[in-house]
């Protein structure tokens, strides 16, 4: 496949004007005269899981999953990564995924999204590297599931999807139980980066969490991984655990 | 002026002139001393003293002034926060200069008062605004009187304490008698930025809500109603991703409430002697807080709604939305204190004042109230594809309905009119059927509105709650024409993103304005589709608010609408000009919760 076209599709989506032109009530106010209503365009950071993960069988990581976002109700620009720093395997830290998104609301609780993506070291090449396309629904499901579903083509035209969804069962008004899950296949194999056809790997999360604040909420938790078909074939190729379980403490830390 | 009134002006003219004395030295040489420490303050008709009309003068300020003795920067005008109350005098010109002493532009909008478009003070609607520096002279003929506010039309400064009492005295004798008056300003205060608390509910959901359900909930609904009923009705709120405690957006967690400026522990106290009958001036000047007010111990009699009087109507409590105004009468016998209670709708905190015969007495607060879970009728129109038909029929099934009654809810306030209210709700298609036939008779109530329901948590356990349905006028309004139409707005929103709008647009998004022909008389028809109340408020005009009472319907300028409730007003587009129209809880007004209304 081209490695031109998931580049265009999300260069195409970007270009989308983020501002659209507002619209204005146009009964006659003489000029200079102030909007009655300003529109405010607002920006929101998080990191909706910074932890540090034990795992059973493999090596000890510091875990992120960021996102941040600048704009309207409708149009915004996001910003998400996903990475971890494997501790004492001498290597940098890793990009799972450093996004930038176009992001535009399509109904009540979703987001279409696409952009640019990069796989990778973080200020080094430790890691293999890759650009991909990235196509994206993000929202609330019914009964109130945070869902990020999102479509990837890499620059060399391989195509994978990914599916986190996540829940918060409020115990108390401050003490939530959040199960959490995340689901990865792709349509070729791409050794380099650990990815087989087909079923890559699903993970199980719970995590119990305490909202010192709405933005700052310490949470302890545990989960369970596991590899399928090629995936975990390359996994045990280079002598790593195919199934694993661990447990994990971190923030949720929004700014 | 009646003999009564002049007497009563007699006491409150006495006092004006103390207050005038102490407040003199007291803004200047006591600067830093929070007016409510002052004892005048405790006597007076208004706390935060008083600016007589027809001509005075108003500087809008920011500066440090404790709040529930912590250090604050609210808006001041003319040295308190809240401002003062002014008084005004119907057939009056009023002249009333504002100077802005801040550093961004400002504004004041007289709420509820008949002028010209002009003089209504909504930058970018009525005028430019107040430039930092700038004094601008406001001049109308005084043509109303009643109970009415002041607050900013600029940005979110209303939630910083600008805003003040309006207080016009009638040219000729009230259709009631009193001995003394008090007004109470009920607000709602934050220490938080207003620009924060607007960013914390656009970027995190239920971000003040503590009192959300949780798991225990569940359980205790499931112990009591059983397993199926509580979960087929969590299930239908999960399904709609949202909360059936989301009642108010801002609350008690960050909110301070206060009357006239004090928080309840201050405990600001309106004195009376016993034998007295007692006009109470109530007007809720919140940015964003419904209260329910009571005086346990005494009965209160509804003289006046929005400034205009009404049939008398005893009650034990009633709601007042944002930016509604109600006089009560009440009638101490005895030499002794009763709370003045104003529980904030969403049981998170309240306000409170004492009304004694001397200071320093108190009585008992009231025992406080537990949220309420929102019902069905908030969700019926919400988002019906949500429900399939079946759950609906379900829903409009007595039996189950009383199932659902006693099973999930605590809501008392659910009784069996809501339930036949919200049948005909579910049967009517908006636009459908009787409108094509023929409009409903001016003064009918719509089907779909609910006049008979005080609203959300309020259990009347055989107390008397004023409702909508009970406001009557004395006499017919001055047009009686019939409507020669009807406009029908919807009152839309989405809590995920915290958007608010009319027919699903924001301010920003609308190319005109709504336009009104100049004296035509037409029907307003207000749908909510949220599952929040809101209060919407037309400026420059009245709305005769159609809740069944014939020729006699009541005219505000604040129209509360519950959920899923469908509303209607007649109105006179007599004044020319543009008008804001809006939801007058502040943040939603922000969000987009805003049009103008021309008329030409």
């Known amino acids: ?255 | 002026m009646t003999s009564s009134s002049v007497s009563t002006y007699g006491i409150s003219r006495r006092q004006l002139l103390k207050t005038g004395a102490v407040l003199g030295v007291g803004s200047t040489a006591l600067g830093l001393q929070p007016a409510w420490a002052v004892s005048w303050g405790q006597s007076s008709i208004y706390a935060k003293g008083i600016e007589e009309g027809p001509e005075l003068a108003l500087a809008i300020r920011r500066e440090s002034i404790l709040v529930d003795g912590k250090e604050a920067r609210p808006i001041s005008i003319n040295g308190t926060s809240p401002g003062p109350m002014i008084r005004l005098k119907e057939g009056q010109d009023a002249v009333l200069r504002v100077t802005n002493l801040l550093d961004e532009p400002t504004s004041i909008h007289w709420h509820g008062l008949i002028l010209p478009a002009g003089q209504d003070g909504v930058p970018g609607v009525s005028f430019a605004g107040i430039e930092p520096g700038e004094t601008f002279t406001y001049r109308f003929p005084v043509r109303q009187n009643g109970t009415y506010w002041y607050h900013s039309h600029s940005g979110l400064q209303e939630q910083l304490g600008h805003a003040g009492p309006l207080i016009i005295d009638a040219a000729e004798r009230e259709s009631f008698r009193y001995d003394r008056e008090h007004v109470l300003l009920l607000t709602d205060w934050t220490y938080e930025d207003p620009m924060a608390v607007f960013r914390n509910l656009k970027t995190a959901e239920g971000y003040y809500n503590f009192q959300e359900r949780t798991i225990a909930d569940f359980f205790a609904d499931v112990r009591e109603k059983g397993f199926a009923a509580t979960s087929e009705m969590r299930g239908m709120w999960a399904k709609m991703r949202m909360s059936s405690r989301d009642i108010a957006d801002v609350t008690g967690s960050t909110y301070t409430y206060l009357v006239n400026g004090h928080s309840p522990g201050e405990n600001w106290t309106a004195l009376f002697k016993a034998g007295e009958r007692i006009r109470l001036r109530v007007i809720n000047g919140s940015a964003m807080s419904y209260f329910d007010v009571r005086i346990p111990g005494l009965k209160m009699t509804v003289v006046a709604a929005d400034g205009q009087p009404v049939q008398p109507v005893p009650v034990d409590e009633f709601r007042i939305a944002v930016a509604e105004t109600y006089d009560v009468l009440v009638a101490p016998e005895d030499d002794t204190a009763y709370t003045i209670f104003a529980e904030a709708m969403d049981r998170s905190g309240y306000a409170r004042a004492t009304l004694a015969s001397r200071e320093g007495m108190e009585a008992e607060l009231p025992e406080r109230r537990k949220i309420a879970d929102r019902g069905m009728e908030a969700m019926g129109a919400h988002d019906m594809e949500a429900m399939d038909h079946s759950e609906m029929e379900g829903m409009d099934h007595s039996d189950d309905m009383e199932g659902m009654d006693h099973s999930d809810m605590d809501m008392e306030g659910m009784d069996h009119s809501k339930m036949e209210g919200m049948g005909d709700f579910g049967d009517r298609e908006p636009g459908d059927g009787d409108d094509e036939a023929g409009m409903l008779a001016p003064g009918e109530a719509q089907p779909g509105s609910r006049y008979d329901q005080a609203g959300i948590g309020i259990d009347p356990d055989g107390r008397r709650i004023l409702v909508y349905r009970d406001l009557k006028a004395f006499a017919p309004w001055p047009d009686r024409r019939s409507p020669g139409r009807e406009l029908e707005l919807r009152l839309t929103g989405n809590m995920e993103r915290y958007m608010w709008s009319f027919d699903g647009k924001k301010f920003s998004e609308v190319t005109g304005p709504i336009h009104f022909e100049k004296d035509e008389r037409l029907r307003l028809i207000l749908v909510n589709e949220t599952m929040m109340e809101h209060p919407i408020h037309l400026h420059g005009m009245w709305m005769e608010l159609e809740n069944g009472q014939g020729e006699l319907i009541p005219r505000k300028h604040t129209l509360n609408v519950k959920p899923g409730e469908r509303v209607s007003a007649l109105i006179t587009a007599d004044a020319e000009g543009s008008w804001a129209f809006h939801c007058h809880l502040l943040y939603h007004m922000d969000a987009g919760m805003f049009r103008v209304v021309k008329v030409s």
Do not use: C
């Open chain 1, 1 to 255: 496949m081209n490695t031109r076209i998931p580049m265009i599709a999300a260069g195409a989506l970007l270009a989308t004007p983020l501002s659209v032109a507002q619209a204005e009530d146009s009964y006659d106010a003489p000029e200079g005269w102030p909007a009655p209503m300003a529109e405010h365009n607002m920006a929101m950071a998080l990191f909706d899981r910074l932890e540090y993960a034990v795992p059973d069988k493999g090596h000890e990581a510091l875990v992120w999953d960021f996102q941040a976002w600048y704009g309207g109700d409708v149009n915004r620009v996001y910003l998400k990564s996903e990475g971890e720093n494997v501790q004492g395997d001498g290597e940098d830290a890793e990009f799972e995924s450093l996004e930038l998104l176009y992001s535009r609301l399509i109904a009540d609780f979703w987001e279409l999204q696409g952009g640019i993506g990069y796989q990778g070291g973080v200020f080094s090449d430790d890691h293999a590297e890759r650009g991909y396309g990235v196509i994206g629904l993000q929202g609330v499901m019914p009964y109130g599931i945070e869902t990020d579903l999102a479509l990837q083509v890499s620059d060399d035209g391989d195509v994978s999807a990914s599916l986190e969804g996540e829940y918060d069962l409020r115990l108390t008004q401050r003490l939530y139980l959040q199960p959490r899950t995340e689901i990865a296949v792709a349509a070729s194999e791409v050794e380099e980066f650990g990815v087989g056809e087909g079923l890559n790997s699903v993970q199980f999360g719970l995590r119990l969490g305490y909202e010192v604040t709405r933005r700052f909420a310490p949470y302890v938790g545990a989960y369970w991984e596991k590899q399928y078909g090629d995936t975990a074939d390359i996994a045990r190729h280079h002598g790593d655990p195919t199934e694993d379980t661990g447990v994990v403490a971190g923030v949720s830390l929004g700014l």
